[in-house]
């Protein structure tokens, strides 16, 4: 009767229901060596419909952990026989900020000390037992959020405004460790520079707005290409793309990115004057060792500079 004649009650329930239902992809770990504790909390998730991993002890909860790096919120008890809640705590932030996994530390103790001390551990949060349902859950929904706006930052610090691609910052930050895999996985790598063909005349005929259409064009069919294939592509600025071709050697990368040339080449833009098409020139370099990767985006960068006084439109390497 209330939910029909209410319209705040409707628009209650729908929020309480999409809330619940965006838990589904939350996945959250529970560490009590008492079993009944461990059970009351992970029933009480399990309402909430999160997905729950539940473990008895310190070192069980970071063996969890290591094997399920999509968990993002840890509830511990305190008084643990193996590990405290602290330690436990501690251990996980070495390897994880709190940008990524959320900690939430519980306990039955009378020690009104002890919530300070979760949180100089490195703890998000805490509720003393017996606690309010309701306060827990408001707790833990508070650290869900602030996860996923920390997610939406990192997305926005890495993406590039006008095309939606990755940007400069991602390439050299996710960039090194991709290349060091790579090596260390025995398998080649390389990496290529892409600039955009006579573009400031594209400009000045046409008009930066267009020329921005092009640029978004350009980015699409790359990201349909390249990042399709598995590869890490970026606007590193201006008409200026990057990507980085794991499991590609010189001659491969070379094969590869003269397929991309090819098909950015047979792009059209309708204008009223007619169609616009554009040419893109590459420089590639096959990257041998771990270190210096500005080095070797340096390198790929001198190719393009050859490929352009070759008579542009193709690949050097
Ligand atoms: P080349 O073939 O040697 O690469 O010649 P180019 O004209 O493409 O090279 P140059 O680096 O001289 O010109 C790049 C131009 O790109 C200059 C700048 O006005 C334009 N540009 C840079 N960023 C943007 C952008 O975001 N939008 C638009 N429309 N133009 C941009
Ligand atoms: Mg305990
Ligand atoms: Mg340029
Ligand atoms: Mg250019």
């Not at 996994?101 to 306990?107: C, L």
């Not at 001390?117 to 037992?129: E, H, I, P, Q, T």
């Not at 017996?130 to 939406?152: A, D, G, K, M, Y």
């Not at 930052?153 to 060091?180: C, I, Q, W």
Request: include cysteine; hydrophobic fraction near 40%.
């Amino acid at each position: 009767y209330v939910i029909k004649n209410n319209e705040r009650a409707v628009d209650m329930v729908i929020e309480a229901v999409e809330r619940i239902l965006s838990n589904r992809d939350v996945c959250v770990l529970v560490v009590d060596d008492v079993q009944s504790a461990r059970k009351m909390l992970t029933d009480l998730l399990n309402v909430q419909r999160f997905h729950v991993y539940s473990a008895a002890t310190g070192a069980e909860a970071l063996t969890v952990l290591a094997r399920h790096p999509e968990i993002e919120l840890v509830l511990t008890d305190y008084n643990m026989p193996d590990m405290d809640g602290y330690e436990l705590t501690r251990r996980i932030r070495r390897d994880h900020g709190s940008d990524r996994v959320r900690i939430i530390g519980i306990s039955s103790s009378s020690d009104r000390l002890l919530s300070a001390s979760f949180l100089k551990a490195g703890a998000n949060d805490f509720v003393y037992r017996p606690f309010v349902v309701e306060e827990l859950q408001c707790r833990i929904q508070h650290n869900i959020e602030t996860l996923s706006q920390l997610r939406q930052l990192r997305l926005a610090a890495f993406s590039d405004y006008l095309t939606g691609l990755r940007n400069r910052r991602y390439f050299f930050d996710e960039g090194p460790p991709k290349v060091a895999g790579c090596l260390e996985r025995g398998e080649p790598c390389s990496i290529a520079m892409l600039d955009i063909d006579h573009f400031k005349k594209l400009n000045d005929s046409y008009g930066h707005e267009i020329g921005d259409r092009v640029l978004k064009v350009v980015a699409t069919r790359l990201r349909l290409i390249v990042e399709e294939t598995g590869h890490m592509l970026a606007r590193l600025g201006g008409e200026e793309f990057s990507f980085l071709m794991p499991g590609l050697d010189s001659v491969m990368a070379s094969q590869f990115c003269d397929d991309v040339r090819e098909q950015i080449s047979t792009l059209r833009l309708a204008l009223d004057e007619g169609d616009l098409g554009v040419t893109v020139s590459i420089g590639v370099a096959e990257i041998v060792e771990r270190e210096n990767f500005s080095n070797y985006l340096n390198a790929a960068d001198q190719f393009l500079y050859l490929a352009k006084n070759y008579g542009r439109n193709r690949v050097y390497s």
